[in-house]
C-alpha cells in the first residue's frame, strides 16, 4: 500500500522534501510539498503545510500530503429567489403543460405533503417510514431558519432535527435524535435497521442536543427511536457509509470540523460491525489525502469483486478493504482523472448502472457538478456526464455526453427499467452554505432529464418533466416502491414540499403486473419462484436497494437483473450468486412487462448465519 501511494506522490509532486521537527515529547517527520498550481494559492498562504500524522489520531506514520485542488467555499453567499418558484399549491400538478401524449413521454410530478423538517437527509425504511433530518436550530434565536422547522420538541422550545415521514398518509411525527447527525451519513442495515454516523459539533440545549460529530446511532423505523451504540475514533462531518458484501458498514472519510482546513482533514476509513456494535481501528487512505481538499462525502460502490470504487476530487481508486489496510484491485487497472473534481463541494453525482447476469459488468455513471476545476459561487455549473466501464480488461477512458441542462448537486436515481432519473440541483455554483438564502448555488434547474443505457451513445439523455420547484443545497430523493421517484428538500429556499415524480411508464394503457407471491428473505445462488397476474408474461425482474440520500450522494444505490424463466404465471428466478452482486440488506422486488413495473415487494437479501459476524475478509464476497 505504501509503494502504491508513494508512486502516486511521485507522480503528482512539484517539488517535496521530508522535514523533521521536534516536539514536547517526540520528533514528527513531516512532507513539505511546494506547489506551482495558482488555484492553491489562498489555501497555502492561510494554512500550515506542516501537519503531524498524530493530528488525526492515526498510529502508523503517513506523510500528510496537500493533493488536488480547493474550491472556494462560500457560506454567506446571499441569493433572493423569485416567489413564482415556490409557491406552488399543493393541489397543483405541476407536470408539463403540453398535449396528453406529451405528459405520457415526459412524465409528471405532483405535491403530497410536508416533510416537517428540511429533507436535508432522507433513509427510507421497509415499513412505509422515511427518516427525514434536517440541521438543528433553535427557537431562542432570531433568525429566519426558526419558523421554517415545525417539529417542535414536547413542551420545549427546542424543534428537532428529525422526523419520522408516513409515506401512507404523506405526515410526519418528530423523532428525537440527541447526538448532533447534520451533515453526516445514513444507510439501512442488513437488519432493516437504520444506521446513522457522524454528523455536526454544534450542541443546542444540551443534552438535548449534543456533539454528533463521532457519534454512531440506530434507527428502530417501528419503535421510532435513536441510539447511540458506538463512538467513532475520529469525528467526522461529510462521511460516507457503505455496505460491504460481509455485511460490514465501511464508513469513509469525513472533515472533524464543518469547515476546510488541513488540519481537521480525516483522511481514514474503518468498519462498523452492527452485530455487536463495535468498531474498527481507523486507517489512512491515501486518496483522501491526495484529493484534500475535494474529498469529503467521496463516492463509494461495492464492484462485483468484492472490491469497492472510490470517487474523491477528480481521483478514483478500486481497493479492496479489509482490517488490516486497503489494497489495489489489480484486475481493474489504472483509472483515469476527471477533468474537474466532481465530489462535494463541486458535486456531480453517480450511480452504479445495473448489473446484468450472467457477468455483472459494472459500468458507472457522473452526471453534471462543475465547469471549472477551481470553482466558487458563480461558477457555472458543468453539463457534461461521464459514463466508466469498470470491467477487467475493458477500455476505463471516460464517454462523454451532454445534458440538456447544467446541473452541479443533481441526484441520478435508478428507475426499475434500467433507465436513470436525474433531478434537482443548480445552474451556477457548489454545494455549501449556512441554512436559508444563505447558499454557494442559484438559478435552481427543475427539467428533469433521463439517462437510457439501451440507446446509442450521444443519444442516451432526454428531458422530463419540470417540476417547478427548484431544488438546491440540501436536496434529496430517492426510488419508491410504486415505481416513483420521492424528491424533497432544498435548504436554500426553505423547501418543505415533497413531491412525487410519476415517470412515463406509468403514464400508459399497458397492464400493470401485479406480484401475487414473492419470499420474503433470499439467500445467495438460490432458486425461487415469484407469482404474478395481470399481464401474461413478463421481460423483466430487479432488486433494487433502498438508498439513503443527502448531498448528492445515495448510500448503496445499486439494482441487479435477475434470471429469470416464465411458466404460466410463474416466474423462476435465480438469486443473486454472491453478496459482492448484492450486499445483504433490504431491497424492492419489481417485475416488469413491456416497461411497465409492478408495485414492489420488500426482500432481505440475507447471508448465511456462519458469515452474518465475520471479523475478517470484509472486501471479499460471500456465497450461500
Not at 462 to 485: C, F, G, K
Request: proline share 8%.
Amino acid at each position: 500500500m505504501s509503494e502504491c501511494y508513494l508512486c502516486r506522490l511521485l507522480h503528482n509532486l512539484v517539488n517535496w522534501q521530508y522535514v523533521r521537527t521536534t516536539s514536547e515529547n517526540n520528533d514528527l517527520f513531516l512532507l513539505r510539498l511546494a506547489w506551482k498550481d495558482p488555484c492553491r494559492a489562498p489555501y497555502d498562504d492561510h494554512y500550515p503545510q506542516n501537519i503531524p500524522a498524530h493530528h488525526y489520531g492515526i498510529s502508523q506514520f503517513i506523510p500528510q500530503a496537500k493533493l488536488g485542488n480547493p474550491a472556494a467555499l462560500v457560506s454567506n453567499y446571499k441569493y433572493t429567489y423569485p416567489a413564482e418558484h415556490f409557491d406552488v399549491p399543493v393541489n397543483v400538478d405541476p407536470s408539463l403543460q403540453v398535449s396528453a401524449e406529451g405528459a405520457t413521454l415526459n412524465g409528471s410530478w405532483r405535491v403530497i405533503g410536508s416533510t416537517g423538517q428540511i429533507a436535508i437527509h432522507v433513509l427510507p425504511f421497509a415499513n412505509g417510514l422515511d427518516l427525514i433530518m434536517g440541521r438543528a436550530y433553535s427557537y431562542t434565536n432570531s433568525s429566519a431558519e426558526d419558523t421554517l422547522v415545525d417539529v417542535p420538541y414536547g413542551n420545549t422550545s427546542q424543534p428537532e432535527c428529525g422526523a419520522m415521514y408516513n409515506t401512507s398518509t404523506n405526515t410526519f411525527v418528530p423523532l428525537h435524535i440527541a447526538e448532533n447527525p447534520f451533515c453526516g451519513a445514513q444507510a439501512l442495515l442488513p437488519d432493516g435497521q437504520g444506521v446513522v454516523v457522524g454528523g455536526d459539533a454544534s450542541q443546542l440545549f444540551a443534552p438535548f442536543f449534543s456533539n454528533g460529530l463521532q457519534a454512531v446511532r440506530i434507527i428502530d423505523p417501528v419503535a421510532q427511536t435513536s441510539t447511540l451504540v458506538a463512538t467513532m475514533q475520529n469525528s467526522r462531518y461529510y462521511p460516507t457509509i457503505l455496505t460491504m458484501p460481509s455485511g460490514m458498514l465501511l464508513i469513509v472519510g469525513g472533515y472533524q470540523q464543518a469547515f476546510a482546513d488541513p488540519s481537521y482533514n480525516n483522511p481514514t476509513y474503518q468498519f462498523f460491525n452492527a452485530t455487536n456494535n463495535s468498531l474498527s481501528p481507523a486507517l489512512a487512505l491515501s486518496i483522501l489525502l491526495e484529493s484534500w481538499p475535494i474529498n469529503s462525502y467521496p463516492w463509494l460502490c461495492v464492484l462485483p469483486s468484492g472490491s469497492v470504487l472510490i470517487i474523491a476530487g477528480s481521483l478514483m481508486e478500486v481497493d479492496y478493504f479489509m482490517p488490516d489496510g486497503a489494497y489495489a484491485d489489480d484486475a481493474i487497472g489504472p483509472l483515469p482523472t476527471f477533468p474537474v473534481p466532481v465530489s462535494y463541494p463541486q458535486a456531480a453525482t453517480m450511480a452504479l448502472l445495473p448489473l446484468q447476469p450472467p457477468l455483472y459488468e459494472a459500468q458507472v455513471l457522473v452526471a453534471g457538478g462543475s465547469s471549472e476545476y477551481c470553482a466558487n459561487s458563480m461558477t457555472p455549473a458543468g453539463s457534461t456526464s461521464w459514463l466508466l466501464d469498470l470491467t477487467p480488461g475493458a477500455n476505463h477512458s471516460l464517454v462523454e455526453e451532454e445534458l440538456a441542462y447544467p446541473r452541479v448537486m443533481g441526484d441520478l436515481i435508478l428507475l426499475p427499467d434500467g433507465r436513470v432519473f436525474l433531478c434537482n440541483g443548480a445552474q451556477v455554483g457548489i454545494q455549501g452554505g449556512n441554512g436559508v438564502a444563505a447558499a454557494a448555488a442559484n438559478i435552481g434547474t427543475s427539467v428533469a432529464e433521463i439517462y437510457d443505457p439501451s440507446l446509442p451513445i450521444g443519444q442516451r439523455w432526454s428531458q422530463a418533466a419540470d417540476s417547478l420547484i427548484w431544488r438546491m443545497y440540501h436536496s434529496s430523493a430517492y426510488l419508491t416502491p410504486n415505481a416513483e421517484v420521492y424528491v424533497a428538500g432544498s435548504e436554500t429556499t426553505a423547501e418543505l414540499r415533497a413531491q412525487l415524480f410519476t415517470p412515463d411508464y406509468l403514464h400508459t394503457s399497458k397492464p400493470r403486473p401485479v406480484i401475487t407471491t414473492a419470499p420474503s428473505t433470499l439467500g445467495y445462488a438460490a432458486n425461487f419462484t415469484i407469482g404474478f397476474s395481470n399481464v401474461t408474461t413478463l421481460d423483466r425482474v430487479v432488486l433494487s436497494r433502498l438508498a439513503g440520500s443527502t448531498h448528492g450522494i445515495h448510500f448503496d444505490q445499486r439494482q441487479i437483473v435477475l434470471d429469470c424463466i416464465i411458466q404460466g404465471a410463474t416466474d423462476n428466478c435465480a438469486s443473486p450468486p454472491n453478496s459482492s452482486i448484492a450486499p445483504p440488506g433490504q431491497y424492492m422486488l419489481f417485475v416488469l412487462n413491456q416497461g411497465v413495473p409492478s408495485v414492489a415487494e420488500y426482500i432481505t437479501m440475507q447471508l448465511p448465519a456462519v458469515n452474518s459476524s465475520a471479523g475478517s475478509g470484509v472486501g471479499v464476497a460471500t456465497a450461500g
